[in-house]
């Protein structure tokens, strides 16, 4: 790719908002150069307008993808060709209601490999809000736009350019995000005016309500794959759950091997606040960073009472916006010369990964083939929550322990929210090993005892209970996810915790 270029008295920022877009916007408006007080400007409205749709931009090479300059108005951000533009993956607000979305391609079917075999085929707005979201994972790592003369389109994904690459040096992603380390939008509204009604051969109905599969990321794949961000220096993740410190240790890994080196994730430990109270929070951000306060410092006083969280690297935390031009060099990217803090712990730590004190894999077997859940698959079928699917917890105990009681409970989504009886999820459990003896006391958790000490590996098999009981069980089909809280007992271990928030399933009806 050719070298990214910019306007000498610009920076450049880039917004995603997978919900209702008013902090975005409100984000938009306090960093814009339109503002009159900063040297920053919307990375899309490099784009052209759509000549049909002056609040609209268009990117000709994702047909698909809704960009909207949107201003604030009332609790729901709305077009305006003079507003802060916006990618919206799930339609204007995540409703996927959007005209450019209707009798999308003609109304042919497009083919992806969803659960189970099941409607392998979408129509309409489905098909395009799944292209959309898939193509959020890579505009986040890849914030780029092409300019090649008149011809310009979101080079995130291209493998070659010819013209001028522009990128975001900051980047505000606004969506759901989960434990495990993954974020997606909305679930999209039912809407009986939408079309095609139908197709031959196809079982999906665009009318219908509709929950894009598709992850805007999975920080665990992101770090699998070895890759980084190209451009985005700071980062702002405006949803839940996603900077929890489980996660610290492969987001301080892909920043690090970035280019440039990310200097710091600003983001929420747990729940986030709703979209609307988080333009309150956008406004107290800048005003802060207006007054010379650093990212960090500014990030902390904005969200008092918030289950806030942040990354930042030792060199960066002094970094201001008045000072973005001048901010000094990263001078190492190990682990450790990353600073993570929280909410409930304030105090910086440097970033570690150890190894866990004992072993835990987590498989999905369905039918004749099975896989194990790794960080890296939250976003696939292997992490799907299936009707009669086996999922197996393997626990190995440490060199030289043994086991004499395992207990598990699945965790739903964390631990302030509805936790449930397994009996409503699994049809059977089982637990391995010689002298086994298994109870669910609490019915919460099952417990496993063993009249003899285990020296090897030993296995607690959930079978998940049918379609119509899942269904009926309480489990939010667009939002669920279900993680393995592991309690060991053994030689030198008494009741040795651990929460496996990036092995766990999702389930989406």
Known sequence: MSDTKAAPSFFYYAMVDGTSAVDSVAFGKDLDARGGSTGWRNLLDL????????????????????????KRAGAMAAGDPKGISVICPGGLNGEGKDAMWQDFRGGTPVAFPLTGGRRVQLLGR??????????????????????????????????????????????????????GGF??????????????????????????????MAAYFVIGKIDASGKGFSGPEWIILAQCSTLNNTTWAPWARVMARSSPQVRGILGYEEASPAAVASISIADSFFNNLKAKMPFYEAWKAANRGQNWAAIVHKDAMGDTLAGWAN???????????????????????????????????VFHRSGSSGAEITPDVLDSY???????????????????????????????IRDTFQQFDLARLFAQIVASGSGVTVSRKDPKVVVADYAAAQTGAVEIT???????????????????????????????MADVRLDMKTRGIGYYG
């Open 47 to 70: 784009l052209a307008a759509d000549p049909a749709d002056g609040a609209r931009l268009v990117d000709p090479s994702h047909d698909f993808l809704p960009i909207y300059k949107l």
């Open 126 to 179: 489905h098909a395009a809000a799944e292209l959309s979201a898939k193509f959020i994972a890579s505009f986040v790592v890849n914030p780029a736009i092409e300019v090649d003369g008149a011809k310009r389109h979101i080079a995130s994904d291209a493998t070659s350019t010819k013209g001028t690459l522009f990128r975001a040096s900051l980047l505000y992603l606004s969506s759901h995000g989960w434990l």
């Open 183 to 212: 974020a997606k939008g909305d679930e999209l509204q039912p809407y009986p005016a939408a079309s095609p009604a139908s197709a031959p051969g196809v079982t999906d109905d665009p009318r219908s309500a509709y929950v894009p």
């Open 327 to 361: 901010r000094p060099p990263l001078s190492g990217n190990a682990l450790s010369d990353y600073l993570g803090s929280a909410s409930r712990a304030p105090a910086q730590v440097k970033i570690d990964d150890p190894p866990p004190p004992y072993g835990v894999r």
């Open 382 to 412: 292997t992490a799907f929550l299936i009707a009669d699917d086996e999922y197996r917890v393997v626990i190995t105990p440490p060199a030289g322990g043994d086991i004499t009681r395992v207990k598990v409970q699945w965790i739903h």
């Open 462 to 492: 959930f079978t998940a209970t049918t379609e119509e009981r899942l269904r009926a069980s309480g489990l939010a089909a667009h939002h669920s996810y279900l993680w393995p809280r592991i309690h060991l007992t053994g030689k030198g």
